[in-house]
């Protein structure tokens, strides 16, 4: 018997005009795990969370959360859930302090909860007395964040949670999803950064144009990922390559006498998800 599932779909599809949207989505998600769903903008990431959270409706197949059909399950099933949308839009006219005990009230959330999220990520608590309005693109994903944690969730749903984050929040925020994992909660984690994804996910799935072309354990990713090598040679111009396969072929590559200098850095995005497709690889 297999590990219980946070998130389980079966065929689940949504299609848009001209045939984009998500087709045929297999996916399960276990519980306690952080799981990292990548993909370009576009890709059918947030179409994906709209389905999970019954705020679209599928043109085909079913998913659950938490044991519960998504389908029915309303403010029950949403109760259990932090999420924090790629397209966040909060009340512009109230204060941040009337933000946080609204939602507050909503989740049943303990007292000071969102305010400790937020000391940690290096929000100014005295920011809370202004309006959302005058808050920066980061000073209200912040409080996205806060919203989503405050509760202490079952399951967190991310839809690219870092955008307008500065690095030294973005490590913060990221140390607060690798907590939660080791209290036993489950992350689902959207994003198009690999680099967040590498850095925090048990395991990952690539989505291409609305079809999930890869699932797999971070470390076997990380074996696979193919890495873009620059070299700079004595009287040449410098050359760039992208190298997957063995690193000690790559070293071997790399014993050159006229060699200068060399940088070997994680692929592209865009060159990644041209090598999945164009490669066939499997789930």
Same mark, same amino acid.
Request: charged share 30%; glycine share 10%.
């Given at each position: 018997?297999?590990?219980?599932?946070?998130? +389980?779909? =079966?065929?689940?599809?949504a299609?848009?005009?001209?045939?984009q949207g998500?087709?045929?989505?297999d996916?399960?998600?276990?519980?306690g +795990?952080?799981?990292g769903?990548?993909? /370009?903008?576009g890709?059918?990431?947030?179409?994906?969370? &709209?389905l999970?959270?019954?705020?679209?409706?599928?043109?085909?197949?079913?998913a =659950?959360?938490? @044991?519960?059909p998504?389908?029915?399950?309303?403010?029950?099933?949403r109760?259990?859930?932090?999420?924090l949308p790629?397209?966040?839009?909060?009340?512009?006219?109230?204060? @941040?302090? *009337?933000?946080?005990?609204?939602?507050?009230?909503?989740?049943g959330?303990?007292l000071?909860a969102?305010?400790?999220?937020?000391?940690?990520?290096?929000?100014?608590?005295?920011?809370?007395?202004?309006?959302?309005?005058?808050?920066?693109?980061?000073?209200? /994903?912040?409080l996205?964040?806060?919203?989503?944690?405050q509760? !202490?969730?079952?399951?967190?749903?991310? !839809?690219?949670?870092?955008?307008?984050?500065?690095?030294?929040?973005?490590?913060s925020?990221?140390?607060?999803v #690798?907590?939660?994992?080791?209290?036993?909660?489950?992350?689902?984690?959207?994003?198009?950064?690999?680099?967040?994804i590498?850095?925090?996910?048990d395991r990952?799935?690539?989505?291409?144009?609305?079809?999930?072309?890869?699932?797999?354990?971070?470390s076997?990713?990380?074996?696979?990922l193919?890495?873009?090598?620059?070299l700079?040679?004595?009287? #040449?111009?410098? +050359?760039s390559f992208?190298?997957?396969?063995?690193?000690?072929?790559?070293?071997?590559?790399?014993d050159q006498?006229?060699?200068l200098?060399?940088?070997v850095?994680?692929?592209?995005?865009d060159?990644?998800?041209?090598?999945?497709t *164009?490669?066939?690889?499997? &789930?």
């Open positions: 018997m297999g590990k219980p599932l946070a998130i +389980e779909t =079966s065929g689940l599809t299609l848009f005009s001209g045939g998500l087709k045929n989505l996916l399960a998600v276990e519980r +795990e952080i799981f769903f990548l993909g /370009q903008n890709a059918g990431k947030t179409t994906t969370i &709209r999970l959270l019954d705020l679209l409706r599928p043109d085909a197949g079913h =659950s959360v938490l @044991g519960m998504v389908r029915g399950s309303g403010g029950e099933l109760r259990r859930i932090g999420f790629s397209d966040l839009a909060l009340l512009p006219d109230l204060r @941040g302090a *009337e933000v946080l005990a609204l939602f507050r009230g909503l989740y959330a303990p000071g969102a305010e400790a999220v937020l000391e940690r990520l290096g929000f100014l608590l005295s920011a809370l007395r202004r309006r959302v309005r005058t808050y920066s693109t980061g000073m209200r /994903q912040m996205g964040i806060a919203l989503a944690f509760h !202490d969730p079952e399951l967190y749903i991310l !839809d690219e949670p870092t955008t307008g984050l500065d690095p030294v929040v973005r490590a925020f990221l140390q607060l #690798r907590e939660v994992k080791s209290r036993g909660r489950t992350v689902f984690l959207s994003s198009h950064v690999l680099a967040e590498e850095a925090t996910a990952v799935g690539f989505i291409f144009a609305g079809e999930l072309k890869l699932v797999s354990e971070v076997e990713l990380r074996r696979r193919p890495k873009r090598v620059e700079r040679r004595l009287g #040449r111009p410098p +050359e992208v190298f997957e396969g063995d690193p000690r072929e790559l070293l071997r590559k790399l006498p006229d060699l200098d060399f940088e850095a994680p692929a592209s995005l060159e990644i998800f041209r090598r999945f *164009e490669g066939g690889a499997s &789930r």
